[in-house]
C-alpha cells in the first residue's frame, strides 16, 4: 500500500496549483516551490518551466495570504508585461480566481483578499516605495546590481517575506544573481537555497531537438541558454609579473613637498600631471592620481630612444573626508603640481563633486580642466588596457605603494558573450578606489606625446640638480628611476582629453 502525503492548497504550493490553478508541477518545480528558504535561486536553462513557476508561486503566495504584495522584477518591458499576462490568465482560468482584477495599466493584478501582484521592469522607478512581501527576480542576471540594491530593502521590514530569483546564466562573479546562486549551491542552509535547471529537466524538452540546436549554435550560446552554464572567462586582469617588474621603490612626492623655484608673486609650476579622481561613498575613499612623465635624465635612453616614461608622481586617498575637504586638498595640489587635466568621474556619486571642484579650481585661479567622464565598461576596458600596455613595454613605472598594487591584483575581468570585457574589483576583495582614479588618469595620456625632444634636452642640460647615479633605484624590468624624481619640467602636451570625450564641458 502506498503511503499518501496529504498536501492542502492552502499550505502547499504543489497542491494549489494542481487543484486550484489546474496545473501539475514537475518534480523540479516542486522542489523549489516547496523549500522554505528565504532566498530561492535558480539558475536555468530554455523552456524549463521558469515562467510557470513564478507565476503558480507568485499565484500561491498572493492566494493564501491576505493583503499581501508580490513584486515582479523582469529585465524588459516586455518581459515584465509577459509574465503578469500568464499570472493573470492562470487566475481567471481558475474557479476560485476567477474574481482577479487586472489595472488598466496592465501591471497590477488585485485579487478578492485583497493582495496584488505587482509587475515592472527593471528600469522603473516603481521599484522602489512598495512594501513587499514576495519579491520575484525574472531573467535577475540581467538586471543591474543597483537595482537589485534599490529593491531588496522593501523586504527586510516585512516578517515572512521572501525573496525568488530566476535567470538564465548571466553576470560576472561580481554580480548579484550569480554570486547567491552560487553560495546557495555551495552551502544551502534556510536562509538561502540554489537549483541548476538545465533544459533537459523538463519533460516537454526533447532531446533530439536539443541535439539539432547544439549542431547549429555556438557551444558558448548553447552551453548557457540550454545547459545553464556560466560561459565567460574570467580571472586576474593584470598578471603578477606585470605588475611586480613595474615597481621601483621611489619616493612620492606631497603636493606640498614639491621644491619649486618663486617667481615674483608665485610658484613657477613647471612640473604639469594629469590627474583621476574616484568619488567615494560610504565604504569607498575619495582618491586622487597623479600621472606624469618622468625625469629619468636620460638614464633609459638605451631601451627607450626618445620616447619618455610615465610614473605616478603623488596618489592619496582619503577615507571619511567629506567632499568638500577633498576638493579643498585637490585645489590645494594643483598649486604645486600643475593639473593639465583632471579627469573626474561624474556618474555615482561624482556628479556634484566634479562640478564642485570645477569651479572652485576657477574660483582660486588654479590651472585645470576637468573632464566630465563616465565609467563604463568600455571606458575601463580601454583604461585599463593602456595601462596593461605601457606596463609590458615598460612606459610605466608603479610606486611601491601596498593599497595601489593590492588593488591592482584585485582587479577581475570577465569576458562577456557581448564580446565586450567587464574589469572590476569584486566587492569581497575590497576597494578599487585607487586603481580607478589611476585608471582615470592614464586614460588622458598620450604615450605618442611623451617623448624627449631637443626643447626638452635643452632644458635638462640646464638642470642642475641631476642627481648622483647613487640617487637612482630600479625595476625589476631594468628602469632607472630616481630615488626623488621629478616630472619633465615644462612638459604639457603629454595629456588633454581622451578620444571620443566631450571637449571644453568644463574648464577653468
Ligand atoms: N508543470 C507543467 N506542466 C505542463 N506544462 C508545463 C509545466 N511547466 C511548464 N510547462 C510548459 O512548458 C513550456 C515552457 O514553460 P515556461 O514558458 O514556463 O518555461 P520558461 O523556462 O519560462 O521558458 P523560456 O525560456 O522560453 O522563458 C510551456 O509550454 C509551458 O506551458
Ligand atoms: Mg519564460
Known sequence: MTQVVEYHPATDPGAFSAQILGRELWDHQLAFARSKARYRVVCAGRQVGKSTTLSAVALFEATTRNNVTVLLVSAGEVASRRLLEECTSLALNSPMLSGSVLDDSKSILTLSNGSRIISVPASSRQIRGWPVDVLILD???FIDTEIWRAAEPAIIARPGSRVIMVSTPWGGLDHFFRDLWQRGMDRPDEHLESWHWPSTVSPLVDAALLERIQERESPEYFRREFL???????GAYFTEAEIMSAVADYELIAPEDLVLPWIGDTYDQRYTVAAGIDWGFSRDANALTMVSVLEDYGQNQNRHGDNLIFYIPWLEARHNWNYADFIDRVVQSGKTYRYEILASEVNGVGAYPTQDLAATLQRQHVAGWVSKVWTDAKRKQSGFSKIKGLLQR????????????KQLRALEFQQLDSGSTRIAVPERAGHDDLALSFMQSVSMVFPDFARRTIDTNLRLSLDRERPDPDDFVQTRNGLLVPRSPRPVAYMRNFAG??????RGNTQW
Do not use: Q, S
Open 497 to 502: 582629453w581622451p578620444e571620443g570625450a566631450e
Open 394 to 405: 615598460g612606459r610605466l613605472i608603479l610606486p611601491n605603494h601596498p593599497e595601489l598594487l
Open 228 to 234: 545553464a552554464e556560466w560561459t565567460d572567462e574570467a
Open 139 to 141: 531573467e535577475a542576471g
